[in-house]
């Protein structure tokens, strides 16, 4: 029998909205009690009477059993879970940044109040990769998780390699149509995958590790020649953040634009579609494949986090109980494109070793390798203006 869910929403968004469309056409056992808005003189759909800006009005309220969280600033919606997880409600959110950031001290919440932080539409939108980590991956031995995380460069990436887009006109496009920011350097940058692979990594491997200590560059800097490059080797470029299990119990995690071929399967993921890919020991590989942007497919992963509510689901973290001896690790070697403008940034820089350079009146260019932990070292040289990375297959 599933208990009755009370809520108490903060924002009112297009998560929240394309939420709340859903479970209007449903039978539920679940009521929304109370919005918390930041705007109260915006016209909304629903009755004034349902909306307020004081917080305390859902934090305070003993009728609230669930709390959903759907706000943009990461402190505040921190400040919001803790509180509701410690006075016992249970805690739905999308928030990829304060979960990615804070995971660990949730977890601690959670278990020391025996309450539940629910989390899959912070990664991913419609995939329902953390619940398969969960439950279907538990006892798996993963050699690695990959993909394309972010819909928003992904669309961006489209453009350019399907429609011949200019990096500047995508870019404008997929602001138009709301897939970035009006500041998009948290999608095009990398941050934003580099947070939900921060939690992914957690589910996989057992981890909790800051996220500012994990490499992520973006395709901001991508400029002609670097497509060119691409279309002569019929490669198109993707931004992939990257989970591996290395020897020695370790695991590198990183986010890098990557030049692949057509015989990956993310080669034909396109515009804000995200693609999920697992390989592990028993399973093999297999692919997830969906939405990852939108109101109304991240709406429905946080739809399926409030019903398994109803049923006192929780996240059990086993690879974190089994896990103690994994570790992150930097000491990984890559294949990379780089391109420079200046000789002295390529001397800065220390290659391994380097198998091909290409000097011409455009562009200057190497292929070689290089360390992980190098790239992370020399990161603001490397990712300076007339400056891009890219990882090659090898």
């Known amino acids: 029998m599933s208990k009755k869910l009370t809520i108490g929403m903060f924002g009112f968004g297009v998560v929240g909205q394309g939420l709340y469309d859903i479970i209007k056409t449903k039978n539920l056992n679940l009521e929304i009690k109370k919005f918390v808005i930041k705007n109260v003189d915006k016209k909304r759909s629903l009755p004034a ?25 990461a402190d505040a919606a921190f400040e919001i879970t803790k509180k509701a997880l410690s006075s016992g409600k249970n805690v739905v959110s999308a928030n990829k940044k304060m979960i990615a950031t804070h995971l660990e001290e949730l977890t601690e919440i959670q278990q020391q109040h025996g309450t539940s932080l629910l989390y899959e539409g912070a990664v991913c ?87 500012e200590s994990i490499l992520n560059l973006g395709i901001d800097k991508l400029n002609d020649s670097d497509i060119l490059f691409a279309r002569e080797k019929d490669f198109k470029i993707k931004l992939i953040p990257f989970a591996k299990e290395i020897s020695n119990n370790e695991v590198v995690l990183y986010v890098l634009p990557r030049f692949i071929t057509k015989a990956n399967i993310l080669y034909n993921v396109e515009n804000e579609n995200n693609g999920v ?56 070697e890559l294949k990379v494109y780089f391109r420079y403008s200046q000789d002295d940034i390529l001397e800065n820089v220390n290659f391994k070793s380097i198998s091909e350079r290409y000097y011409g009146e455009k562009s200057k260019y190497v292929i070689g390798y290089i360390n992980l932990q190098e790239i992370i070292d020399k990161r603001d040289i490397i990712n300076q203006e007339g400056c891009f990375l890219a990882e090659l297959p090898t």
């Open 49 to 73: 009477e349902l909306f307020t800006t004081d917080a305390d009005e859902i934090l305070n309220d003993a009728e609230i059993n669930t709390v959903v969280e759907l706000i943009d600033d």
């Open 125 to 211: 939108g419609s995939i329902p990769i953390i619940r398969n980590l969960e439950e279907y991956y538990d006892n798996e031995l993963l050699y690695s998780v990959s993909g394309i995380f972010n819909g928003s460069s992904n669309y961006i990436l489209s453009k350019i390699f399907n429609e011949g887009q200019s990096y500047d006109d995508a870019l404008k496009k997929a602001q138009e149509l709301g897939f970035a920011e009006s500041n998009p350097i948290l999608d095009v940058g990398g941050f934003d995958p580099k947070y939900k692979l921060t939690i992914v990594a957690s589910h996989a491997y057992g981890l909790f590790v800051d996220p």
């Open 277 to 332: 890919l697992v390989k592990a020991a028993f399973a093999d590989e297999q692919f997830f494949y969906g939405k990852g942007a939108g109101g109304h497919p991240t709406g429905s992963a946080v739809l399926s986090d409030i019903t398994a509510l109803r049923y006192n689901y929780r996240y059990e973290y086993k690879k974190h109980l089994d896990s103690q001896e994994l570790k992150y690790a930097t000491d990984y």
